[in-house]
């Protein structure tokens, strides 16, 4: 009777478990809500009047396109007699958002007072930074409310980490005699056309999407280009120096090409370098290989993997164990407790009969034993 119990509460278990399971699990809905304007309707005392549609051309759909623009918003302010013309591009992280500000910041800018943004360039009453992966650029009809701009930047859509920081590859232009008005990032052959890139695009090769830093020295240019995979680099590192001895840009001389490659880095200069300047400048281009993890626990080698799986297999056989020497006592010690209430031994060997040959008894004499 004791054992139906059991077996009863076991069914009625694996029952209820497979209902369950079978159930169909229907996906909790999700609310999708717009995305919040960039240009909000005041800032301060200016007061949001009228929008305007972005007007592109072909060539800008192109750039567009290279740089990831998300959406843009174009309005004019009222504050009094006094109007502020806002244009905000959104892109899909900071390096378009950067490239399309080095291409648009003018030489002679000065930074906005203060911290507007990542960067920012002022040139009359003409304000132009950018901050994350947002691209603005104001015109005041006076001069220019900063206070107004700080609001305006506080709203903007943020990200975190490198998505929201400067390319890297700008670290390898080297710091000493550059121009930082005259940076230009290029994300593919129509940004680096639209930049006055002189490499040849096809020995640049944008089949390999590769990324452009170029910046302007007293006696020069420093290009510096990233490519995926060190072996494309050293490849092209090789046909470029070809390329620019072959066909020099213009106003360059021979002796100012030099191409180094660090990595998947291709550093190389033109113009009116001396040979020595060159390869001084093209020395400092060094590439280090930081290796970031997003996993709380960080790097795991190999060998401890092996041993926590290896510990897990012991703890793993040691439940089973206890497991079932729970599960022993469990059900042999409360049948022996049910016998001993119902007034029988413990033990059911009693309860059964055995066929046995009894060996103890004497064997007669073998009727030929010698």
């Given at each position: 009777?004791i ?5 009863a509460?076991?069914l009625g278990v694996?029952v ?6 079978q159930?169909e699990?229907k996906?909790?809905?999700?609310l999708?809500l717009?995305?919040a ?6 800032l301060?005392?200016?007061t949001?009047s009228?929008?305007?549609p972005?007007?592109?051309t ?10 990831g623009?998300?959406r843009t918003?174009?309005?004019?302010y009222l504050?009094g007699?006094?109007?502020l013309?806002?244009s ?15 291409a648009?910041?003018d030489p002679?800018?000065?930074p906005?007072p203060g911290k507007?943004g990542n ?5 009359g009453?003409?304000?132009l930074f950018?901050s994350g992966?947002?691209?603005v650029s ?7 409310d ?9 709203g ?20 000493h005699g ?6 230009r990032y ?11 890139g002189q490499?040849n695009p096809s ?7 590769p990324?452009i ?11 510096a280009l990233?490519y995926?995979t060190?072996?494309i680099?050293g490849?092209?590192?090789?046909a470029?120096?070809k390329d620019l ?12 090409i030099t191409v180094?490659r660090?990595g ?8 009116q370098?001396s040979?020595e ?5 093209l020395?400092?281009v ?7 993890w997003n996993?709380?626990?960080g ?5 401890s993997?092996?041993a926590?799986l290896?510990?897990n ?8 164990c206890?497991v079932?020497?729970?599960?022993g006592v ?8 049910i016998r001993v ?14 066929i046995h040959l009894?060996l103890?008894?004497?064997l ?7």
């Amino acid at each position: 009777m004791i054992r139906r119990w059991i077996s009863a509460a076991l069914l009625g278990v694996v029952v209820v478990t497979g209902a369950f399971a079978q159930q169909e699990q229907k996906p909790a809905a999700t609310l999708q809500l717009p995305a919040a304007p960039l240009l909000p309707q005041s800032l301060g005392a200016w007061t949001l009047s009228s929008e305007k549609p972005a007007v592109t051309t072909a060539s800008d759909d192109a750039i567009q396109k290279e740089l990831g623009v998300k959406r843009t918003q174009s309005g004019v302010y009222l504050s009094g007699k006094n109007q502020l013309a806002i244009s905000a591009t959104q892109y899909i992280d900071a390096t378009g958002a950067f490239a399309a500000f080095a291409a648009m910041r003018d030489p002679g800018t000065q930074p906005a007072p203060g911290k507007l943004g990542n960067d920012s360039a002022v040139k009359g009453n003409t304000v132009l930074f950018w901050s994350g992966p947002t691209l603005v650029s104001a015109t005041f009809q006076a001069q220019p409310d900063y206070k107004a701009l700080d609001t305006l930047n506080a709203g903007l859509p943020k990200r975190s980490g490198a998505a929201g920081k400067a390319p890297g590859l700008l670290s390898y232009l080297p710091k000493h005699g550059l121009r930082p008005e005259s940076i230009r990032y290029a994300l593919g052959p129509a940004t680096y056309q639209r930049d006055g890139g002189q490499l040849n695009p096809s020995v640049v090769d944008f089949s390999k999407s590769p990324e452009i830093a170029t910046g302007q020295y007293p006696h020069g240019t420093i290009v510096a280009l990233y490519y995926p995979t060190p072996a494309i680099a050293g490849d092209r590192s090789r046909a470029l120096l070809k390329d620019l001895l072959e066909h020099l840009p213009a106003g360059a001389k021979a002796e100012s090409i030099t191409v180094k490659r660090a990595g998947p880095i291709v550093a190389l200069t033109y113009g009116q370098f001396s040979a020595e300047e060159a390869k001084t400048l093209l020395d400092q281009v060094h590439y280090e290989t930081n290796i970031s993890w997003n996993k709380p626990e960080g790097y795991v080698s190999e060998a401890s993997k092996a041993a926590k799986l290896l510990v897990n297999i012991i703890l793993g056989v040691g439940v089973m164990c206890l497991v079932a020497l729970v599960l022993g006592v469990f059900f042999g010690g409360g049948r022996a407790l049910i016998r001993v209430l119902r007034g029988k031994p413990a033990s059911s060997m009693h309860d059964a009969e055995f066929i046995h040959l009894d060996l103890r008894q004497d064997l007669p004499p073998a009727a030929n034993e010698k």
